[in-house]
């Protein structure tokens, strides 16, 4: 062997050990931040930004998408930049047969409706409309609203002609 290839070599497995103690020391701040559904957006883009810089390595890549797709419902246009330095860093420019079109840059008006993040469709948040027939007192508890018309039923005073 040359010494231009040991010294690659050596290089190279520096560089594997290096994404494998990425790798350990990440995936239990991701997991805390999932599992806490965390909202801290100083910690979550702290760790994004680390993350980044390791995204080469299939096992980061997938914190990385985790921690995006989280971070998405609380700062849509934030992931939509770190989505687009993830794809400027490690997307490849060379086309060759096997490899997938490169996507283009995430606009944030487009990741706040249907683009999806990573492949994977945003959720919905549903919201619920009050009933209309209803009002609510001070305990909390629906009560049926006054009806008024024709057919609604009229109280003592009124139906008597306003005698008592």
Same mark, same amino acid.
């Given at each position: 062997?040359?010494?231009?290839?040991?010294?690659?070599?050596?290089?190279?497995? %520096?560089?594997?050990?290096?994404?494998?103690? *990425?790798?350990? *020391?990440?995936?239990?701040?991701?997991?805390?931040?999932? %599992?806490?559904? /965390?909202?801290?957006?100083?910690?979550?883009?702290?760790?994004?930004?680390?993350?980044?810089?390791?995204?080469?390595?299939?096992?980061?890549?997938?914190?990385?998408?985790?921690?995006? %797709?989280?971070?998405?419902?609380?700062?849509?246009? =934030?992931?939509?930049?770190?989505?687009?330095?993830?794809?400027?860093?490690?997307?490849?420019?060379?086309?060759?047969?096997?490899?997938?079109?490169?996507?283009?840059?995430?606009?944030?008006?487009?990741?706040?409706?249907?683009?999806?993040?990573?492949?994977?469709?945003?959720?919905? /948040?549903?919201?619920?409309?009050? *009933?209309?027939?209803?009002?609510?007192?001070? =305990?909390?508890?629906?009560?049926?609203?006054?009806? /008024?018309?024709?057919? *609604?039923?009229?109280?003592?005073?009124? /139906?008597?002609?306003?005698? %008592?």
């Amino acid at each position: 062997m040359t010494e231009t290839f040991k010294s690659i070599l050596v290089l190279a497995k %520096r560089l594997q050990s290096l994404n494998q103690e *990425a790798v350990l *020391a990440y995936t239990p701040i991701v997991d805390d931040i999932l %599992r806490s559904s /965390s909202r801290d957006t100083i910690h979550i883009e702290h760790t994004l930004d680390g993350l980044l810089d390791f995204c080469g390595y299939e096992p980061i890549l997938q914190l990385y998408k985790k921690l995006c %797709r989280h971070y998405f419902f609380i700062n849509p246009a =934030a992931t939509a930049e770190y989505i687009n330095a993830y794809r400027e860093m490690w997307d490849s420019e060379q086309k060759n047969e096997h490899a997938k079109p490169v996507k283009k840059r995430v606009n944030t008006l487009e990741c706040c409706g249907s683009t999806p993040l990573f492949g994977r469709p945003p959720r919905r /948040s549903v919201r619920r409309e009050p *009933a209309r027939n209803a009002t609510h007192s001070v =305990a909390g508890r629906p009560s049926l609203a006054k009806e /008024s018309g024709p057919n *609604a039923p009229q109280s003592k005073a009124l /139906s008597n002609g306003g005698r %008592r």
